[in-house]
């Protein structure tokens, strides 16, 4: 199949209500009408409540499969979600994390970015989702979407496909790479194989080499 983008969502920090307290989150994406702009440090018209762990040039736009809709549809309600469920800028289609490699450079509409980071959930997925609880399971799904750097800017739209350009010989699957620094089971040597791996952040990394030595 190939990739494509299913829908742009862009969003401004807003101030909701969370237990005892307000706080302020961009994490309420809704769909583009037409081409969007996407620059270096992200889409026309968005915005990121906490720039310390979202956007920047390393995550100038977080991308979701739509495929993993249908995986949290039953405990979201068992209808249709809205695109934008996650708080995703790019809901994507036939772009998964088990194919995907660490670094890959894709075509992006007009736009060139490039594979970087997962995205980490926090106490704001539950408060978009209205569900409390869906942290810890979203994390422990590895079904997390990612972070892209933009090297060079350019329109981008609903329905642009999505073509690879170029993947780093000996890079690992975006998988493989969320299993060795967030998941149990996977074996000390295949982590450090991971480990190893070119293109892996050097936070995570990091984090692959804190867990193997436990």
């Known amino acids: 199949m190939e990739a494509r983008v299913l829908s742009i ?27 969007v702009r996407l620059t270096r440090l992200g889409f026309d018209g968005d915005g990121q409540a906490d720039r310390r762990v979202h ?31 996650f708080g995703e800028n ?5 772009l998964l994390e088990t194919t995907i490699h660490v670094r890959d450079v894709y075509a992006l509409g007009a736009a060139r970015i490039r594979i970087e980071g997962p995205r980490l959930p926090c106490f704001k997925l539950g408060i978009r989702t209205g569900d409390p609880s869906i942290v810890a399971p979203f994390l422990e799904s590895g079904l997390l979407g990612f972070y892209v750097s933009v090297f060079e800017e350019g329109l981008v739209e609903a329905g642009d496909p999505i073509a690879l350009l170029d993947r780093t010989a000996g ?31 050097p936070a995570l990394g990091t984090r692959i080499e804190s867990i193997a030595r436990t």
């Open 171 to 201: 890079a690992v699957t975006f998988a493989e790479l969320v299993s060795a620094a967030f998941l149990p089971g996977m074996s000390l040597e295949e982590r450090m194989r991971v480990r190893t791996s070119p293109g892996i952040p």
């Open 90 to 94: 790019l809901t994507t289609e036939g």
């Open 55 to 85: 956007g920047g040039p390393t995550r100038a736009a977080y991308a979701y499969p739509h495929e993993h809709y249908e995986h949290w549809a039953p405990r979201l309600g068992g209808g249709p979600l809205p695109m934008g469920q």
């Open 9 to 35: 969502n862009i969003g401004q920090p807003r101030a909701v209500r969370h237990e005892d307290r307000t706080v302020r989150t961009a994490i309420w994406k809704a769909p583009a009408l037409g081409p």
